[in-house]
């Protein structure tokens, strides 16, 4: 049986976690910390940006992104192993994250270390957990 609560609970979730990214994007950009203006942007470079926030905007996903936030290449044994999900659940995710350009990935023999492929997501993400406490 489908629990129809729990389905409107996370879509809710993704939602908020959506408009907080966004919120957080706006303020960072009147700081000046992007290198880029907002005005400088071109379509296809705000498609990108909106389908990587998209692609965080999901538990899961924010939980991956704040466990590379610290820099180090891992596993997708070492990510599940930490956040107490199913590899192939954590794969998934992973996937679309690097589909995304959130996340890169290099092989090394029978492993893929997965990494942030960028420096800035660790701001977005720190914003992120600050809104939600």
């Known amino acids: ?36 203006e907002f005005k400088e942007l ?9 389908g990587m926030l998209k692609a965080i905007a999901h538990p899961v996903r924010i939980s991956i992104v704040g466990c590379l936030e610290d820099g180090e290449k891992r596993t997708v ?6 956040l107490g999900i199913e590899q192939s659940t954590a794969s998934h995710h ?20 997965y990494f942030l492929k960028h420096e800035n997501l660790k701001t977005i993400l720190n914003c992120v957990s600050s809104c939600c406490q």
């Open 1 to 36: 049986m489908i629990n129809s609560s729990a389905i409107a609970d996370n879509f809710l979730a993704s939602k908020r976690a959506i408009f907080i990214i966004s919120t957080y994007l706006y303020i960072f950009a009147l700081q000046n910390y992007l290198i880029m």
């Open 42 to 50: 071109n379509p296809e470079s705000l498609e990108r940006a909106a």
């Open 77 to 82: 044994t070492e990510i599940h192993k930490q």
């Open 94 to 113: 992973l996937g679309i994250l690097k589909d995304k350009g959130v996340l890169a990935s290099k092989r090394e023999g029978k492993n893929t270390w």
